[in-house]
């Protein structure tokens, strides 16, 4: 490893409080979120075990973390029921309907906003 994984290698803990390890260089057993995911499985409760670190683009002095989990830990995702399925489509539906004219658009409506564009700004033409 090259001087640059310095700061970000720290395989006891001492300096973050939790393993940390250079972006790339986690030890197998490790998985982030999205890993976990992509495997079938969440993290079910347990704490972080580690972190991998690197230098985050475009920002002076930042980094960028991802928190790590044990693989032998995590639990299988949970199945979805008809009630949550039921729930989900009822969010994403008001999620799409315009509080203003009451159309689903179907899109989700930006929150800056608060409205489909075609109420935020009515006097604009729009392609038909």
Same mark, same amino acid.
């Given at each position: 490893?090259?001087?640059?994984?310095?700061?970000?290698?720290?395989?006891?803990? &001492?300096?973050?409080?939790?393993?940390?390890?250079?972006? =790339?260089?986690?030890?197998?057993?490790?998985?982030? *979120?999205?890993?976990?995911? !992509?495997?079938?499985? *969440? /993290?079910?409760?347990?704490?972080?075990? &580690?972190?991998?670190?690197?230098?985050?683009?475009?920002? =002076?002095?930042?980094?960028?973390? &991802?928190?790590?989990?044990?693989?032998?830990? !995590?639990?299988?995702?949970?199945?979805?029921?008809?009630? *949550?399925?039921?729930?989900?489509?009822?969010?994403?539906? !008001?999620?799409?309907?315009?509080?203003?004219? *009451?159309?689903?658009?179907?899109?989700?409506? /930006?929150?800056?906003?608060?409205?489909? /564009?075609?109420? !935020?700004? /009515?006097?604009?033409?729009?392609? &038909?």
């Amino acid at each position: 490893m090259s001087p640059a994984f310095g700061k970000c290698y720290d395989p006891s803990g &001492a300096t973050y409080g939790v393993p940390t390890f250079p972006w =790339k260089y986690a030890p197998d057993g490790y998985a982030t *979120r999205r890993q976990l995911r !992509a495997r079938g499985l *969440r /993290p079910g409760g347990q704490p972080v075990a &580690a972190q991998v670190m690197r230098r985050a683009p475009r920002r =002076k002095g930042g980094v960028s973390v &991802a928190y790590l989990y044990r693989l032998d830990l !995590a639990k299988p995702v949970r199945p979805m029921t008809p009630g *949550r399925a039921t729930a989900l489509a009822a969010a994403m539906t !008001a999620r799409r309907t315009c509080p203003q004219c *009451r159309v689903d658009v179907g899109y989700c409506i /930006p929150t800056s906003l608060g409205m489909c /564009p075609g109420c !935020a700004y /009515p006097n604009e033409q729009h392609a &038909a």
